[in-house]
């Protein structure tokens, strides 16, 4: 490991990235971080977050990253079988349901009562080629958590997303029973993830604590405290100590932030896993 990209200065908040993408291996981490802190100050809302409400395109990330990268993960491919599995839940059917409808209405796709039952029309439900954000309103039915900032791996998925919100979108052909009920035969599904980017409290009493960080990269294992400095290229202490880590938690970034008017949050999507199945599941709905 090369550590003397580090000895011409001190290690501050803007040295993570180097030492998540020289030290620890984590490209995909140190790149986020960078896009962060290039970026100019801009704060998530909680309901952003959520997705509860619109998020400009400037502050939304779809290229980043892949669902091949994630999948590496083993928490990653178990919350992808366990959401296979389980997506169909009471909520899961009525939102599915509602998406249906809410097709039905837009496209204007009529019900024809002929004979004493229903007719048949078919159509297309989900285009699972479209990118995230578009599935989130179209056909995205069920979602589960994936990671945790205590007890994960201390992975690049850790340094990347921590935690974040595994989405199931479904594709099939939908037709009406002769009692004019929707019958779909899922054929496809896509798997996604969603994540919010940034440093915030949110207001709670104590700032989230992200490990202790220094030039050879991070350790979660406590230690005798040491503030890192946000100051770019300030030396803590008189001399450079290439074996020091320093304390970091979510307000050093809200303390860049304020100070240099730098570090903007973003909201990740990540591309589609699409998964064709052997056989369709019809679903009456």
């Known amino acids: 490991m090369n550590t003397a990209l580090h000895t011409q200065a001190g290690f501050s908040l803007t040295s993570i990235p180097d030492a998540m993408r020289h030290m620890m291996r984590w490209p995909v981490a140190a790149s986020l971080m960078e896009r962060w802190f290039k970026a100019p100050a801009y704060t998530l809302s909680k309901a952003q977050k959520t997705g509860d409400a619109y998020t400009p395109p400037t502050y939304v990330d779809e290229s980043s990253i892949t669902m091949r990268w994630a999948t590496r993960f083993a928490r990653v491919q178990l919350a992808c079988t366990v959401l296979e599995r389980e ?12 998406l249906i409808r809410k097709q039905e209405l837009l496209e204007g796709i009529q019900r024809a009562y002929v004979g004493g039952a229903f007719d048949k029309p078919q159509w297309r439900f989900g285009d699972l080629s479209q990118k995230g954000s578009v599935l989130d309103k179209t056909c995205q039915v069920n979602v589960r958590e994936v990671g945790q900032y205590l007890g994960d791996p201390l992975d690049e998925f850790y340094g990347a997303m921590g935690r974040a919100i595994l989405k199931l979108a479904v594709s099939g052909e939908v037709s009406y029973t002769q009692q004019g009920k929707y019958e779909l035969l899922i054929d496809t599904l896509g798997f996604y993830l969603r994540d919010s980017y940034d440093f915030n409290d949110d207001g709670a009493w104590i700032s989230q604590p992200l490990g202790y960080w220094g030039p ?7 230690q005798m405290r040491w503030d890192i400095p946000i100051d770019p290229y300030s030396i803590a202490d008189n001399q450079y ?16 932030r304020k100070k240099y008017q730098k570090g903007g949050d973003f909201i990740i999507y990540s591309d589609v896993l699409i998964k064709r199945l052997p056989q369709p599941i019809k679903v009456i709905l």
Request: proline share 6%; charged share 25%; aromatic share 12%.
């Open 87 to 98: 997506w169909n839940s009471p909520n899961g059917l009525q939102r599915l349901r509602d």
């Open 216 to 222: 050879l990269g991070v350790s979660m294992t406590p």
């Open 241 to 256: 100590d290439v074996h020091k880590r320093y304390a970091v938690q979510n307000d050093d970034f809200a303390s860049y």
